[in-house]
């Protein structure tokens, strides 16, 4: 099945500072989505983003689909932007029978300090 | 619009019981997918449900089994509890089974 891996593991942070975190995957998708879970664990969405480039805010993504990673961009942080980030793949291109399943990653675990 | 529900919140069982836990995805969306989460496996996809039928599986034993309802709502069984089962069950909705997935608050299960 398609693998996705998440860098770094751990990240930490002034308030102010700007980052990026990284996810690779190793086979064509429909479906990527970027989340941030919050200490009761509840995932927040942050991103649908199987190709291009968004914006929502503080925080910025782009996929690029042919060389298979996304990339979050985190600016000005601050301590509210703390958790665990992930990073979900799924719906490969080549089998509908995959759609509806999400490989996620390890998690990029952010602590970003005052 | 109201977002996916997951009940109950919080179980504790014991060793050898059986749960039940159940999702009532957004309006309209046809799609449930079940995930465990775990501090040593992560996330881990369990199954895929749309129009009633289960489309997609993971790699768990057979005492985990679910269902969706004419309605769209669907639940988990897991049989047999063992300790190893204790983990944040997240049920997600979509409304494709190629759409965005989104997540319920999950249910906390607790194996003793």
């Known amino acids: 099945g398609i693998q996705v891996e998440q860098s770094p593991p751990d990240l930490i942070l002034q308030e102010g500072a700007n980052s990026t975190l990284r996810c690779n995957f190793s086979?064509?998708?429909?479906?990527l989505q970027w989340f941030h879970q919050n200490p009761w664990g509840q995932l927040i969405n942050l991103f649908y983003i199987p190709s291009g480039t968004k914006q929502n805010g503080r925080l910025s993504a782009t996929t690029v689909a042919t060389e298979r990673y996304s990339l979050l961009y985190i600016s000005s942080s601050q301590t509210t932007d703390s958790g665990v980030y992930f990073c979900a793949a799924g719906g490969y291109m080549t089998a509908t029978d995959s759609w509806g399943k999400l490989q996620f990653g390890a998690g990029t675990q952010v602590v970003v300090t005052p | 619009k109201a977002g996916v529900t997951q009940t109950p919140r919080y179980l504790i069982k014991t060793r050898g019981q059986q749960v039940t836990l159940s999702c009532s995805p957004i309006?309209?969306?046809?799609?449930v997918s079940w995930y465990q989460q775990t501090p040593g496996q992560g996330l881990q996809f369990l199954f895929e449900?749309?129009?009633?039928?289960?489309?997609n599986k993971g790699n768990f034993p057979g005492r985990f089994s679910g269902r969706q309802f004419s309605n769209s709502r669907s639940e988990m069984n897991v049989s047999t509890l063992e300790l190893g089962d204790s983990a944040l069950y997240l049920c997600a909705s979509s409304l494709t089974r190629s759409h965005e997935q989104f997540f319920g608050p999950g249910t906390r299960l607790t194996v003793l």
């Open positions: 309006s309209g969306h046809r799609s």
């Open positions: 449900y749309f129009s009633e039928t289960q489309r």
């Open positions: 086979d064509s998708v429909n479906n």
